[in-house]
């Protein structure tokens, strides 16, 4: 054989074999680009603050396998326990429901570990009450939470890992990780891809609210007490916990940053669309105009019903100052006195009689004061 033949023979084979790489290459390119790491979106809030609200924005989001609420099985199953010692079981049990474990839900949630029905608020999640999570399709009209507690009961806990794996955003909320250090190790975790949102109200207007929801348990189990417990304390509890989040973010590197949002419940009633788009935006999520005409209604309808759990169809920008309206300023002056350093570092001014609580010319919540 020639030198000149070995030499073709050598270049032949050279060719073939770049080939046959770069086809091997272009195979898992296009697996990684049908294949996307999902996205997992925490949001974290205190009772009463709109976070049920922000929820549904993204529950109706046909991207989104969303949950209400999982850490409410952990707290009701150890009910006599405190919140630091019950943050480590929450925390772990949303990692596991970000992976589509759901195999330490089906323990917390009792019944017997087999149906998502023994799973409280399951049908406030879209994605559980369609297919393949749920045989029964969709009602025309579209996600109906009566509907889906009715015909989805019996689906089962394999169904919904199954579901969960189909969706590219997984999406969680909860008012029950006061401690910001505890997710920690779910943001050094590479297999997920964990972003925050932060959602703060006015505290003024979250005591007013909680006037009127039996929160005894989840009081007893913030306070560490078993006894009877007043509004105040638990109030700066909370605010507390909800500026230390926000503080330990900011002291935080901006890898961390980048991965947090915090936005007012205020912000959010007045100008729902626009802060809807940056949340969706920050989640990597598009808004749809059927998603936009959505957020529009239930946010500028009356409820008609609101003896209904969860009836979200309000004039949100009416209720945005409902506090002051109620609420006797001796305990105004009180919750601004427990909540100063939140109040302070979200935007909202103290009140300083009770003609300007009343005069609704007066703000009290500061435009683009807060981080």
């Known amino acids: 054989m020639s030198i000149r033949l070995?030499?073709?023979?050598?270049?032949?084979?050279?060719?073939?074999?770049?080939?046959?790489?770069?086809?091997?290459v272009g195979l898992i390119s296009k697996s990684y680009e049908t294949k996307k790491a999902p996205v997992h979106i925490l949001i974290l809030s205190s009772w009463r603050s709109g976070s049920s609200f922000i929820g549904q924005i993204f529950n109706h989001h046909p991207d989104v396998f969303y949950l209400f609420?999982?850490?409410?099985?952990?707290?009701?199953?150890?009910?006599?326990?405190?919140?630091?010692l019950l943050h480590y079981a929450v925390r772990d049990l949303i990692h596991s429901l970000f992976t589509c474990d759901v195999t330490p839900l089906q323990h917390y949630a009792g019944g017997d570990g087999q149906y998502i029905s023994?799973?409280?608020?399951?049908?406030?999640s879209r994605a559980l009450c369609s297919p393949p999570s749920c045989s029964h399709p969709l009602p025309p009209e579209g996600y109906n939470?009566?509907?889906?507690?009715?015909?989805?009961?019996?689906?089962?806990?394999?169904?919904?890992?199954?579901?969960?794996?189909?969706?590219?955003?997984?999406v969680m909320k909860t008012v029950r990780i006061l401690d910001y250090s505890v997710l920690v190790p779910l943001f050094r975790d590479p297999a997920l891809d964990l972003r925050i949102i932060h959602l703060v109200r006015d505290p003024r207007a979250i005591s007013s609210s909680r006037k009127s929801f039996k929160l005894k348990i989840e009081d007893e189990i913030v306070l560490k007490e078993h006894d009877k417990v007043i509004n105040g304390p638990v109030m700066a509890t909370i605010c507390k916990a909800q500026a230390n989040i926000n503080k330990m973010v900011q002291a935080a590197g901006d890898h961390l940053k980048r991965r947090y949002l915090l936005i007012r419940h205020e912000d959010l009633s007045t100008e729902p669309i626009a802060n809807t788009k940056k949340i969706y935006e920050f989640s990597?999520?598009?808004?749809?105009?059927?998603?936009?005409r959505w957020i529009y209604n239930i946010t500028h309808?009356?409820?008609?019903?609101?003896?209904?759990?969860?009836?979200?169809?309000?004039?949100?920008?009416?209720l945005v100052?409902?506090?002051r309206k109620t609420m006797d300023i001796s305990k105004v002056k009180e919750i601004e006195e427990y909540c100063k350093e939140a109040m302070d570092l979200f935007?909202?001014?103290?009140?300083?009689s009770k003609s300007d609580e009343q005069n609704m010319s007066l703000d009290f919540v500061w435009e683009g004061r807060y981080p």
């Open 6 to 24: 070995v030499f073709y023979f050598c270049v032949l084979f050279y060719i073939i074999f770049l080939s046959c790489r770069y086809y091997e």
């Open 69 to 84: 609420e999982p850490g409410h099985s952990v707290w009701m199953r150890f009910r006599k326990e405190g919140a630091r």
């Open 118 to 124: 023994s799973m409280s608020f399951f049908a406030e």
């Open 145 to 170: 939470r009566s509907k889906c507690f009715q015909q989805c009961q019996n689906s089962t806990f394999d169904q919904m890992a199954k579901t969960c794996d189909t969706y590219s955003h997984r």
């Open 284 to 292: 990597g999520l598009k808004m749809t105009p059927d998603l936009e």
């Open 301 to 318: 309808w009356d409820a008609k019903d609101k003896s209904m759990f969860m009836t979200f169809s309000r004039q949100s920008s009416k």
């Open 321 to 323: 100052q409902q506090w």
């Open 347 to 352: 935007g909202y001014s103290p009140v300083g």
